[in-house]
DNA sequence: CCCTGATTCGC
DNA sequence: GCGAATCAGG
């Protein structure tokens, strides 16, 4: 397959800020791309596309940043290492009625389709749930509730 | 208890 | 500059 070097490049960028300003989550925008949630704040910090970034300022240090301290920062550590163990894989969720961004209705699981450099921008276009942008398989994964999203289930 | 956003540090 | 780690809040 093609061997990503760089690991933003324009289109991902692109990517990224369309995510971004389409209301996509950091998580979403992270999976959907292939990198890290980290990685996709990271990089939108980097670029200045932070949502906290109306004024600059009114928030520099609301309570002060005790340095490195460790307080709960244990048990989060454990969890990950307990619970996580592998990457987040792509959901092998059967779209068929993919549809492109202009035909993207309220019927249609809006589930961005995109790859790093794909031309065929779409979506996943299924019948979401009610009150969800997502079809039931992608809303399981967006909004990872009740059970992770650890195991590929189609 | 879990998730999301933002900042800071290390490479 | 990128990514992970860390902290804080919801």
């Not at 200045?48 to 004024?55: A, D, H, K, M, S």
């Not at 290492?81 to 809006?110: F, H, M, T, W």
């Not at 399981?140 to 189609?154: E, K």
Request: aromatic share 8%; net charge positive; charged share 25%.
């Amino acid at each position: 397959m093609f061997a990503i070097g760089p690991t933003w490049t324009t289109e991902r960028i692109e990517l990224l800020k369309s995510h971004f300003e389409a209301g996509l989550s950091c998580r979403e925008i992270a999976v959907h791309i292939g990198v890290s949630r980290n990685a996709v704040i990271g990089k939108l910090s980097r670029l200045g596309l932070t949502r906290g970034e109306f004024n600059a300022e009114a928030r520099p240090a609301k309570k002060e940043r005790a340095s490195r301290s460790i307080p709960r920062l244990q048990y989060q550590m454990l969890r990950t290492v307990y619970e996580d163990g592998e990457p987040v894989l792509a959901a092998p969720v059967i779209s068929e009625q993919r549809c492109s961004l202009l035909e993207l209705n309220k019927q249609r699981c809006r589930w961005p389709i995109s790859t790093p450099g794909a031309e065929d921008f779409c979506f996943c276009g299924n019948t979401p749930l009610e009150g969800a942008p997502y079809c039931p398989g992608h809303t399981r994964l967006a909004y990872r509730s009740g059970s992770r999203q650890r195991v590929a289930r189609g």
